[in-house]
């Protein structure tokens, strides 16, 4: 059965500052990965998706994902944090390129000091 | 705005009622999703439907059900509610050859 795990539940970081949120993922086959973001009562937004080719993918809001296949990670990185970021972060996995049975981790609450 | 409707935004009832709670896709979207996200048990997928017919089923609940209707909008409807079925519950859509499904705000569903 495929399972993600993001290991920190809580992040703080200050604002201008870099963050990496981490995520390990178990699946035998080609995973495709997401991260998706959760803003204070909405809806959850895709940021970013990997299914194959350049393991450095980059999404929205300058936010960029590593796949490191050997490692079985999908880390989330951001060069400088805005305030804005402040949110929940989820990682997610399906089996299949099409069909959208996501399996999330339990995702990650960061929070931006200014 | 992803496009995805959910009515209502907030839903408020008592032990031992039901509920229905309603998801309209994207324009075109074929496709239903239903996820529950509760603090103990997080993001879970429920079931999912494509063109008025179920397509898979996850952690659902027996008391739970849902349908896709023929103008592809979905509920799902919750019965016997307790107090550990206090969540949000997202409804996502993607249309055929669609590799991400776009979710709609939730339901949040609080049972007292």
């Known amino acids: 059965a495929q399972s993600v795990t993001q290991p920190d539940i809580h992040i703080t970081v200050s604002e201008g500052a870099s963050l990496e949120l981490r995520c390990n993922y178990s699946?035998?086959?080609?995973?495709?990965l997401f991260w998706y973001v959760q803003s204070p009562g909405q809806g959850l937004q895709l940021l970013l998706k990997?299914?194959?080719?350049?393991?450095l993918v980059q999404g929205i809001k300058g936010f960029e994902a590593e796949f490191k296949r050997s490692q079985s990670s999908f880390n989330l990185r951001k060069p400088s944090v805005h305030w804005s970021d402040a949110a929940e972060y989820f990682c997610?996995?399906?089996?299949?390129?099409?069909?959208?049975?996501?399996?999330f981790g339990a995702g990650t609450i960061l929070r931006v000091k200014s | 705005d992803s496009g995805v409707t959910q009515t209502p935004k907030h839903l408020i009832t008592a032990t031992g009622q039901r509920v229905t709670l309603r998801c309209s896709p994207r324009?075109?979207?074929?496709?239903v999703y239903w996820y529950q996200q509760s603090l103990d048990q997080g993001l879970q997928f429920l079931i999912h439907?494509?063109?008025?017919?179920?397509?898979a089923k996850g952690n659902i609940l027996e008391r739970f059900s849902a349908q896709q209707f023929p103008d592809l909008h979905s509920e799902l409807n919750l019965s016997s509610l307790e107090l550990g079925d206090s969540a949000l519950y997202f409804c996502?859509?993607?249309?055929?050859?669609?590799?991400?499904?776009?979710f709609g705000q939730g339901t949040r569903l609080t049972v007292v």
């Open positions: 997610a996995v399906k089996r299949s390129e099409y069909g959208n049975k996501l399996v």
């Open positions: 699946y035998g086959a080609t995973p495709y």
């Open positions: 990997y299914f194959s080719g350049d393991t």
């Open positions: 324009s075109g979207d074929l496709s």
């Open positions: 439907y494509y063109n008025g017919e179920e397509r």
């Open positions: 996502a859509s993607a249309g055929r050859g669609n590799t991400e499904a776009f």
